[in-house]
């Protein structure tokens, strides 16, 4: 096993109804900023229940973090809680608003230009204060609810973003809140915590045995109650396991000690960052591909991943291995998640183009041992079409 530092201050209030709790979490003399993303917060009243709980606070909202939240607009949330001397900030939503609320409440103190916090990528951002924050997850997925990471847009590239100082104070997960969630968001969050997994887990062994088992159990989690919480919007059990899943699956926990490799997000935030495809869903595309292109780099990881989680014995190592990237793509495919380039109109030029923006950012030297670079990448592409 690696190595590692592990910190995580994060409060986590987990079950149904329990938001009037809020009262007890925030200052009473606090002036509070409401952040969230479309009108869903608002109409089915979300929004309201917050404000509710939050009695006599001074509140005031800031609404229309896109998905993939938009510097530009972050910067307009930011002006406007300065102006209103706030200083505390609830962010009701997914990862997006999480992710935007951690921006602002870093860029209401930054004394450098805004746009330098997305300038260190995984490295901590060198911030000396925030603006502390809590969360109502109304979209499980990302996890955002209980680690210090985000990505924010910027210039047309999705930029990754990390400090101390974003964890959130607490995080409210109730499954009731899900409930209205339209189906496709329900499988993007699915197989959003799944390859969240897939990235701490397949690289090579270090003989962290506690992470890798931690980490088999939320995948399989995840393929016990992934389609079942897609197809029955009613089964509450399923659908507390599956946020549970997904706050366990980039909480830090299964990361700790081991080896990580994220070209699967990197190369997905270029194909959301160009295409507008929904973060998961580029997941999807890449991942098959990649695990096909590094067999050998993570052949030892593989053959376990075929054995534990998808309980194959039978056959030769590569024909384990084979059959565990297929069982990957058809639960993909079970959630009515297209998995091709082709699917979503992408060609050769296309391909150019994503490896292009790699290069402008520096990403050449991709995965668990930085030996991956733009011709893998394409190579990878091309397998996807």
Sequence with gaps: MLDFNYYNPTEIIFGENRLEELNEKIENSSRVMITYGGASAKKYGTVDKVKKALGERKVIEF????????????????????????????????GSVMDGTKFISLAMHYDKEPQDILAHGFEHVPAVKATPFGCVVTLPATGSEMNPAAVITLGGHKLPMMSPLVFPKFSFLDPLLTKTLPKEQIANGVVDAFIHVIEQYLT???????????????????????????????????????????TSALNGSLGAGVPQDWTTHMIGHELTAQYGIAHGRTLTIVLPSL????????????????????????????????????????????????TKLSDYGIDDNGIDSIVSNLEKLGMTALSETEDLGLDTVRKILIAAK
């Excluded at 089964?235 to 946020?243: E, G, S, T």
């Excluded at 993570?298 to 039978?314: F, G, M, P, S």
Aim: charged share 35%; aromatic share 8%.
């Design 63 to 94: 609404s229309g973090i896109e998905a993939n939240p938009k510097f530009e607009t972050l910067m307009e949330a930011v002006k406007l809680a300065k102006k209103e001397d706030i200083d505390f900030i609830v962010a009701i939503g997914g």
């Design 204 to 246: 090579y062994p270090v003989d962290a045995r506690v992470q890798d088992r931690a980490a088999e159990g939320v995948l399989q989690t995840l393929l016990e109650v992934g389609e079942k919480t897609y197809n029955d919007n009613d089964d509450l059990n399923a659908r507390k396991n599956f946020m549970w899943a997904a």
């Design 291 to 338: 695990l096909r292109e590094r067999k050998e780099k993570k052949r030892e990881k593989l053959l376990q991943y075929a054995q534990r989680v998808w309980k194959i014995t039978d056959g030769s190592d590569d024909e384990k291995i084979e059959k565990a990237i297929q069982k990957t793509e058809s639960f993909f495919n079970s959630l009515d998640i297209k």
